[in-house]
């Protein structure tokens, strides 16, 4: 599995020469297992890639991956709730679906040999399409969560034609609730028509 690691620029000679080792190049230290472990973290999808950033053939036996959404909410606030919420998101790549987190983030926990590692110039179209694919794919089971939580649907369309209303004065919406939790929504639009919703 192809994973894309950023690097310092001063030592991507060097790592492309000898590869990548666990001691000397790890770039984050999480808690697992009841200890400290040092990772090299990459990313499946990565939003952009820079020139000093390299590819790496991970071995699946000594990877996991987390949803780095978690972590970015974590170090902005300080919470030790997101913190939590991310060492769960940790999963082998083995059991990672892909789609399932929005900004994959893989954790190398061991070192990578230099005949492993490519300069990413060289995997610049592949990684466009992983991008591609890997958006596609998340919008894909957050719909198919949603659908299956019919309270998360109701609230998200709910939510969404009551904002729109506050919004436009000139549509308003009104909800109802019928028997056997199915919920109505009625949307008027002054003078030209009228939608109902079922949920």
Not at 103 to 110: A, D, G, K, M, T
Not at 124 to 144: G, H
Not at 156 to 172: E, G, P
Request: aromatic letters at 10%.
């Amino acid at each position: 599995m192809i994973v894309y690691v950023p690097v310092d620029p001063n030592k991507k000679k060097m790592i492309l020469e000898n590869g990548m080792n666990i001691e000397k190049d790890y770039n984050k230290k999480i808690g697992l297992w009841g200890v400290y472990v040092k990772c090299i973290s990459g990313f499946l999808t990565p939003e952009d890639i820079a020139v000093d950033w390299v590819a790496v053939n991970v071995d699946t036996q000594k990877a996991y991956i987390a949803n780095h959404d978690l972590w970015l909410a974590y170090k902005l606030s300080k919470n030790e709730v997101f913190n939590k919420m991310y060492i769960a998101s940790i999963v082998n790549i083995k059991k990672y679906r892909f789609g399932e987190y929005r900004s994959p983030e893989v954790l190398i926990v061991s070192s990578v040999r230099k005949e492993d590692i490519v300069d990413v110039k060289e995997t610049t179209s592949l990684c466009d399409r992983i991008l591609y694919q890997n958006d596609q794919i998340y919008i894909d089971c957050l719909v198919e969560r949603i659908s299956q939580n019919t309270n998360v649907a109701k609230h998200l369309i709910v939510d969404y034609f009551t904002k729109l209303s506050l919004q436009n004065s000139d549509i308003t919406a009104q909800v109802v609730e019928k028997e056997g939790s199915k919920l109505y929504v009625f949307i008027n639009r002054k003078d030209e028509c009228a939608w109902t919703v079922e949920i």
